[in-house]
C-alpha cells in the first residue's frame, strides 16, 4: 500500500510539470496569427453561432406592394 501511495505521489509533480508546456499565447499559431489570436478568434466564433439567427429570418421577403403566386 505504501508503494502506491509513493508511486501515485512521484506522478503528481511530473505531471504538473507537463501541465506547463503548452503554447504560449505568442507562439505561431495556424494561418499566420499567434495562440493566442487563434484562440480569441475561435472564441469569437463561437459567440457569434450562438447569437445566429432561426432559418426562417434568414428568408428574403418580398417588397411592399408585391403578392406571392
Given at each position: 500500500m505504501?508503494?502506491?501511495?509513493?508511486?501515485?505521489?512521484?506522478?503528481v509533480?511530473?505531471?504538473?510539470?507537463?501541465?506547463?508546456?503548452?503554447?504560449?499565447?505568442t507562439?505561431?499559431?495556424?494561418?499566420?496569427?499567434?495562440?493566442?489570436?487563434?484562440?480569441?478568434?475561435?472564441?469569437?466564433a463561437?459567440?457569434?453561432?450562438?447569437?445566429?439567427?432561426?432559418?426562417?429570418?434568414?428568408?428574403?421577403?418580398?417588397?411592399?406592394?408585391?403578392?406571392?403566386?
Amino acid at each position: 500500500m505504501k508503494k502506491a501511495c509513493l508511486i501515485s505521489l512521484s506522478l503528481v509533480p511530473a505531471l504538473l510539470a507537463l501541465g506547463g508546456c503548452s503554447k504560449p499565447d505568442t507562439a505561431p499559431g495556424p494561418g499566420g496569427v499567434t495562440m493566442g489570436e487563434a484562440r480569441a478568434l475561435d472564441e469569437a466564433a463561437a459567440m457569434l453561432d450562438e447569437r445566429r439567427p432561426p432559418a426562417a429570418a434568414l428568408q428574403p421577403s418580398l417588397p411592399k406592394g408585391v403578392q406571392e403566386r
